[in-house]
Nanobody, 120 residues
Framework: QVQLVESGGGLVQPGGSLRLSCAASGSIFAIYAMGWYRQPPGKQRELVATITSAGTTNYADSVKGRFTISRDNAKNTVYLQTNSLRPEDTAVYYC??????????????WGHGTQVTVSS
C-alpha cells in the first residue's frame, strides 16, 4: 500500500509564504512524476505544479514566479514553496504521484489534502 501525506498548510496573510511537503511511503519501487494540485472553494481541482524524476518542472500560469516545486528522491518527498501568496491561492492543496510498486503496474496516488488559507 502507498500513502501520500501532506503537511505545511495553514493560515497566512497576503504576501506571506508557506512550504508544503508531501512524503510518499509504502512498498515503492519507483516514483515518476510528482505534483501539487489545488481545489479552491466551490471550484474544480486544478494543476499547480509538477516535477518529473529528472527534475523537469511545469507550473500553472497563475503561480509562475511565486511558487517553486522541488523533490528529494532519497526521501520520496515533494515540496511546494509558496511565496507572495494571494487570497485567490486559498484552496485545499493535494499531493499527486505516479508510482510503481513491486510487481504491480504504474498507478496514480493522491494525498488527503492540506488547507491553505490566505487572509488578513
Amino acid at each position: 500500500q502507498v500513502q501520500l501525506v501532506e503537511s505545511g498548510g495553514g493560515l497566512v496573510q497576503p504576501g506571506g509564504s508557506l512550504r508544503l511537503s508531501c512524503a510518499a511511503s509504502g512498498s515503492i519501487f519507483a516514483i515518476y512524476a510528482m505534483g501539487w494540485y489545488r481545489q479552491p472553494p466551490g471550484k474544480q481541482r486544478e494543476l499547480v505544479a509538477t516535477i518529473t524524476s529528472a527534475g523537469t518542472t511545469n507550473y500553472a500560469d497563475s503561480v509562475k514566479g511565486r511558487f517553486t516545486i522541488s523533490r528529494d528522491n532519497a526521501k520520496n518527498t515533494v515540496y511546494l514553496q509558496t511565496n507572495s501568496l494571494r487570497p485567490e491561492d486559498t484552496a485545499v492543496y493535494y499531493c499527486n504521484a505516479i508510482i510503481t510498486q513491486y510487481a504491480r503496474p504504474r498507478s496514480e496516488y493522491w494525498g488527503h489534502g492540506t488547507q491553505v488559507t490566505v487572509s488578513s
